[in-house]
């Protein structure tokens, strides 16, 4: 069965530190992986898809994620946080298939202080 | 510009009164998904469709109704069998096998 962990519910850093946003996948076989953003009282918005090509994925607004299928990991990270980044951050697996249906972690908060 | 329009963005409810949330997509997308969040808690699949007149149960089912009958739209019935139906709802849509894109929701309230 697919699933996915969000090692941490709430992350504080400071304006202009990097940021780390942590997340496991548990799969039989190769993933689709994705992160999302949600701002508060709204919907979702791509950050980040891996699809089997290039492990080190480069999404919008500065953020990246490396797939590492030894780890079984796939962590967000950012160089330098901005106070824009504040939100909800969700890491999500698709098992594949026509359904195209998705696994959600929990979430992680990203709290930006000035 | 396209998108997925979800309406309206708050929604209130009295005890067994059924009610319908309005999900409309101009993306051309072929799939179309209902999603129920709760605080603390990751997107749960409540209904899908990838087709026209076709729908599939998702995790959730139970005390909710769907209908496909045009491509643009897929609204979702919070019924009164829905014991806890208080929750933020979310649309998505997709064509197949490329990322799902999500409407700006609506939160339903029991008054």
């Known amino acids: 069965a697919q699933s996915v962990t969000q090692l941490d519910s709430h992350v504080s850093v400071s304006e202009g530190t990097p940021v780390l946003l942590r997340c496991n996948y548990s799969s039989s076989y190769s993933p689709s992986l994705f992160w999302y953003v949600q701002h508060p009282n709204k919907g979702l918005q791509l950050l980040l898809k891996y699809t089997s090509a290039a492990t080190l994925v480069k999404g919008i607004n500065g953020f990246e994620a490396e797939f590492k299928k030894s780890e079984t990991s796939f962590h967000l990270t950012k160089p330098s946080a901005h106070m824009s980044d504040a939100a909800e951050y969700f890491c999500v697996v698709s098992p594949g298939g026509a359904t195209n249906k998705l696994i959600f972690g929990t979430g992680t908060l990203l709290a930006v202080q000035p | 510009d396209g998108g997925i329009t979800q309406s309206p963005k708050y929604l209130f409810r009295k005890e067994g009164q059924n009610v319908t949330l309005s999900c409309e997509q101009n993306l051309n997308h072929d799939a179309m998904y209902w999603y129920r969040q709760d605080p603390g808690q990751g997107l749960r699949l409540i209904y899908y469709s990838q087709i026209v007149n076709d729908f599939q149960k998702g995790d959730i089912a139970e005390g909710y109704s769907v209908s496909r009958e045009k491509k643009e739209s897929f609204p979702l019935t919070v019924t009164s069998a829905q014991k806890n139906p208080t929750a933020f709802y979310l649309c998505?849509?997709?064509?197949?096998?490329?990322?799902?894109?999500f409407g700006d929701g609506t939160r339903l309230s029991i008054l």
């Open positions: 998505a849509s997709s064509k197949i096998m490329q990322p799902q894109h």
